[in-house]
């Protein structure tokens, strides 16, 4: 059970509003996925654009949904087939080859690169189940089968059985007698649901009506009859009740309570904790005063949570102010006070067989005892963290007798049980790391991963460039043909870069170092040193015939040698840009709207008008001499056949693209697919596109290629498997413009 805060009691009683009828879980939609801190494509590395595409292309289309569904039907013509419009078949295609060995990280890095932590452990005989997510990455799920001695990473799985999207976040567990459920948030904030037999394969689902967007959920417990939520929504305590952790019936509007904040269940008897309002009364000089104010209490059902009746726990033994912690222990349920024994702060643990009648049988004291942090337990035992001159844990087998069990050192406690058999299990974090009492993570097979995203690829004659992020640090791989690949020389600094391009002063990569901008320069793609960096927040870069020119929030920069950036504000955010025959293209979003902005020289930008009804921004975009074509989750990709003055959408079907390039043959566009599968698209002016039938792209795992280059007359592209266990780097090397394939080497 997870830790509680500090709440009281002395509660009203209560009458609940009747639950609404069962609602049934609606399927969950695909959700979206970021692939890394890019946000677009980027743009040439040619001083002046040819008819021939430009050369240091793209970065990955980061934020762009993985699987939208968006419906492209604005003009042009798709083929899905593996032969032109009228021509014949053309040769196979190979599929993408697993790169980690070509992407090195550095073998000399301390972190992972990741943000970790736990919000919640619980135990249901000898299976616990610790719940949390990676900072941008996978919810994760560890599971012990032998009481906490050995743990292994748990798997989810989508309804339809693909990995689900990045970015969720379980904040809640609560399992036993073969069913698990937790409930969390997805990355745009939508509360979403897991379930799973053992605790060890999960399917995440969606939730329906029963569960609103205002919704706080603070608590889910198993009961005799399947799961109970508790929380607050606008103002009135809510609880939701489910069989399965499927369907749920919510009982909304508990009169006189506020909010629940906690829960406990033995059997089919709850009891929870939460905030009412009370009247009280003050004196200010001569006059009494009265104000309402929020003071805590418990209440108890009997029938699975349908109607509840306050109960109290006493002051007694010196102890004072709220309740803290609430837990289904050893022979019933049991919480904890602060108190005074004279001079000397301790804490008096208060215990009731049935959650009606309850008593002091126990206190609980640490040298310097400063008050009990978090409580928790289970039928197995009682444990609590306890403030004094260390932040002690203390356990007990009955809640009267307790002893020191080690300290938790600067770890942050989120929840804490005890397995069958006496095993404690704390989970939380500890700085950006996962932490679980006793347990060494980096040794569980599946539990800590390494960060590794390649956000853009850039290449010239004889150099391939791609940039990212490696451990937490900025990263550059850097390779003669695009076959064989080395970690580039970088200076250590905590980040990631978004974008690169070359141009007539060398390679210039851009990105973020913590809050600040981050550029990288270097004349041979091999050995790289920091450079001046654009005053903002720049996300992608191109070079051209004015020089070097970066976007990013509400700005445009632009320096003909790498050493001074001269800003231009632009009304908008652009994402991505590009140097075009008429000199550069932005694109982007302004409000919900996408966006280009064009520049003769990258100093003056001006907006260019767009077809209405589009609903979106754009993220990423590629040109071809005079051709351009952009990119967007949500929007029809968008032709200009005149350097970016004008724009016709065309459409590729319901497909959300993550990457953007032009070669010498034309235009090639990567992308995910409703089904969540990788898919890629050509076409030789952007007006009709084909789909490539690239092998090694669908399945199970989430594979997709997230950044395109044009190299030695074909397309390079890189990208990731993720299976929900492990994320392998991708490398596809192929001609699908022209008469012949290649394999990724």
């Keep these: 059970m997870a830790a509680k805060r500090t709440k009281g009691d002395a509660p009203p009683a209560v009458e ?75 040769p196979s295609v190979p599929g993408p080859v697993e790169a980690a060995g070509r992407f090195a990280l550095d073998p000399a890095a301390t972190d992972d690169g990741f943000a970790q932590e736990l919000a919640a452990v619980e135990t249901a005989g000898g299976t616990v189940v610790a719940v949390g997510n990676e900072d941008g990455g996978r919810a994760e799920f560890l599971v012990s089968s032998d009481g906490g001695r050995g743990w292994s990473a748990g798997t989810a799985r989508t309804e339809a059985g693909t990995v689900p999207a990045r970015g969720d976040r379980p904040r809640l567990v609560a399992g036993g007698a073969g069913r698990w459920a937790a409930l969390g948030l997805a990355a745009d904030g939508t509360r ?151 001079k000397k702060r301790l804490a008096i643990v208060f215990g009731s067989t049935d959650g009606a009648r309850w008593s002091a049988i126990g206190k609980i004291g640490v040298a310097g005892h400063r008050g009990v942090e978090s409580f928790g337990g289970s039928p197995a035992g009682l444990v609590a963290v306890v403030r004094g001159k260390r932040r002690t844990i203390v356990r007990s087998a009955d809640g009267r007798g307790w002893k020191a069990a080690g300290t938790v050192g600067g770890a942050q406690v989120a929840g804490l049980t005890v397995a069958d058999g006496g095993r404690l299990a704390l989970a939380g974090r500890t700085g950006d790391d996962a932490y679980l009492f006793g347990v060494d993570l980096a040794k569980v097979p599946g539990a800590v991963r390494e960060r590794r995203a390649i956000g853009a690829l850039g290449a010239v004659d004889g150099r391939v460039v791609a940039v990212g992020a490696g451990n937490g640090d900025a990263a550059v791989w850097s390779s003669p043909d695009g076959a064989a690949w080395a970690r580039a020389k970088v200076p250590a600094v905590r980040g990631g870069l978004s974008d690169v391009a070359h141009g007539g002063h060398g390679w210039l990569a851009v990105g973020r170092a913590g809050e600040e901008p981050l550029a990288l320069r270097s004349s041979d793609g091999v050995t790289w040193r920091r450079a001046a960096a654009p005053p903002g927040r720049p996300a992608a870069v191109a070079a051209g015939p004015a020089g070097y020119v970066a976007v990013g929030t509400g700005a445009a920069w632009r320096s003909s040698d790498l050493g001074e950036w001269r800003g231009a504000r632009i009304d908008g955010d652009p994402a991505d840009v590009t140097a075009t025959a008429n000199g550069y293209a932005a694109v982007g979003g302004r409000a919900k709207a996408p966006a280009v902005w064009t520049s003769a020289d990258g100093a003056a930008w001006r907006a260019v008008p767009l077809p209405p009804g589009l609903d979106g921004p754009l993220t990423g975009v590629a040109a071809a001499g005079g051709a351009v074509v952009a990119v967007g989750p949500g929007v029809p990709p968008l032709v200009s056949s005149d350097g970016g003055a004008t724009w016709a959408p065309r459409g590729i079907g319901e497909v959300s693209p993550t990457a953007v390039t032009a070669t010498s043959g034309g235009f090639v566009v990567a992308g995910v697919t409703g089904g969540q599968d990788g898919a890629v698209f050509a076409s030789a002016d952007g007006t009709e596109w084909r789909r490539v039938p690239v092998p090694g792209l669908d399945g199970p795992a989430d594979r997709r290629l997230t950044a395109l280059a044009p190299v030695g007359g074909g397309v390079l592209g890189t990208g990731e498997s993720d299976d929900g266990m492990a994320v392998t780097p991708l490398l596809w090397r192929a001609d699908v413009l022209g008469r012949s394939a290649a394999a990724a080497g």
């Design 192 to 342: 979403v649901a897991w379930t799973s037999p053992d605790g060890r394969a999960w399917t995440r689902r969606a939730l329906g009506t029963a569960f609103r967007p205002s919704d706080e959920v603070n608590d889910l417990v198993r009961t005799a009859a399947g799961f109970v939520a508790v929380g607050a929504a606008g103002g009135r305590a809510v609880v939701w009740s489910s069989a399965d952790g499927r369907v749920w019936q919510r009982l909304d509007g508990i009169r006189g309570v506020s909010g629940l904040y906690g829960a406990a269940a033995s059997g089919n008897v709850l009891v929870t904790q939460g905030t009412y309002p009370k009247k009280v009364t003050e004196r200010k000089g001569r006059r009494k005063v009265e104000r309402t104010v929020a003071a805590q209490g418990l209440w108890r059902s009997a029938d699975g949570g349908r109607t509840w009746k306050a109960v109290h726990v006493r002051q007694s033994h010196g102890s004072y102010g709220a309740t803290k912690g609430l837990v289904a222990g050893p022979g019933g349920f049991f919480t904890v006070r602060d108190a005074k024994d004279g």
């Design 16 to 90: 609940a509003v009747p639950a609404e009828p069962a609602v049934e879980a609606v399927p969950a939609e695909p959700e979206p996925a970021t692939t890394g801190e890019a946000a677009g494509t980027s743009a040439p590395a040619r001083s002046a654009p040819p008819p021939a595409p430009p050369r240091t292309v793209r970065r990955a289309l980061a934020g762009v949904a993985a699987a939208a569904g968006i419906a492209l039907v604005a003009g042009g013509a798709v083929v899905v087939a593996g032969r032109g419009q009228d021509g014949p078949a053309r």
